[in-house]
């Protein structure tokens, strides 16, 4: 920034605005989440480079498609990134059990990390942000939640 002569640099907000799974998610101000950084900024490369899971040839090339694109397609960002992250998950869904450091991140963000969580679920789940379409969801109830988030839950791993 010094060397091109600016003296600030403005960052959009940077937190999930994840709702429809369309364009229309790469809005910046309509954030789901105070807290939760938006998934696109996964570095999921690296991710699978360190947890040694191979990247596809179909997703490396649909990732430099993406990335020769004048203008960001991001939902086609989000499939690719998602596809991937799942696969990640995956590979590595029982290993968090022995962190520390994720049990700490955990038990400090518990009071958002667990609402964002379930909200997601419900929102890939039903297809929606409106809350009104989720069934017994419908009806804000710590319980359900609590219920909805545990590992006996089927949408557990989600």
Not at 112 to 117: D, E, G, H, I, S
Request: with cysteine; net charge negative; aromatic share 12%.
């Amino acid at each position: 920034a010094a060397a091109s002569g600016l003296k600030l640099i403005q960052l959009l907000p940077i937190n999930d605005t994840t709702s429809s799974l369309t364009d229309k998610d790469s809005y910046p101000y309509s954030a789901i989440s105070s807290f939760a950084l938006h998934p696109k900024y996964m570095d999921v490369q690296l991710l699978a480079h360190n947890l040694a899971v191979e990247i596809t040839a179909e997703e490396k090339n649909e990732t430099e498609r993406l990335n020769a694109l004048p203008e960001s397609d991001h939902a086609g960002v989000m499939k690719i990134k998602t596809t991937i992250l799942k696969k990640l998950f995956d590979k590595d869904k029982y290993d968090f059990r022995d962190d520390m450091d994720w049990f700490n991140f955990f038990d400090m963000n518990r009071e958002w990390l667990v609402p964002y969580a379930a909200f997601c679920t419900l929102r890939d789940k039903y297809g929606t942000t409106d809350f009104t379409k989720w069934k017994v969801y419908y009806v804000s109830d710590d319980e359900k939640v609590q219920l909805h988030v545990s590992p006996d839950s089927a949408d557990y791993n989600d």
